[in-house]
């Protein structure tokens, strides 16, 4: 099974741009459907993207159109895009695979002015 290192959180302004990264060990990483949830303090887990197999996307309404999820095959990762924050958006987010139920150790984005 893999194991995932997330990277790539930070302090950013309101409409500013962050990107994620999930790195995968690992020879099965390409079978996996991947996600990204976020959790904010006090909040449940929100499922934010997920990317098939294939390369298929789908996003929560409330990130629609400002973040894109990817990944990368070769290089057993996937990554998160995310545009135009919102102070909403601050949360520590996490990847995930799927149906390994295989969890990264989050990475804190703040979104702040």
């Known amino acids: 099974q893999v194991q995932l290192v997330e990277s790539g959180g930070g302090l950013v302004q309101p409409g500013g741009s962050l990107r994620l990264s999930c790195a995968a060990s690992?020879?099965?990483?390409?079978?996996?459907?991947m996600d990204w949830y976020r959790q904010a303090p006090g909040k449940q887990r929100e499922l934010v993207a997920t990317?098939?197999?294939?390369?298929?996307?789908n996003y929560a309404d409330s990130v629609k159109d400002r973040f894109t999820i990817s990944r990368d095959n070769a290089k057993n990762t996937v990554y998160l895009q995310m545009n135009s924050l919102k102070p909403e958006d601050t949360a520590v987010y996490y990847c995930?695979?799927?149906?390994?139920?295989?969890w990264g150790q989050g990475t804190q984005v703040t979104v702040s002015s």
């Open positions: 995930h695979a799927f149906p390994a139920n295989l």
């Open positions: 690992g020879s099965r990483f390409s079978s996996y459907l």
């Open positions: 990317i098939t197999s294939g390369g298929t996307t």
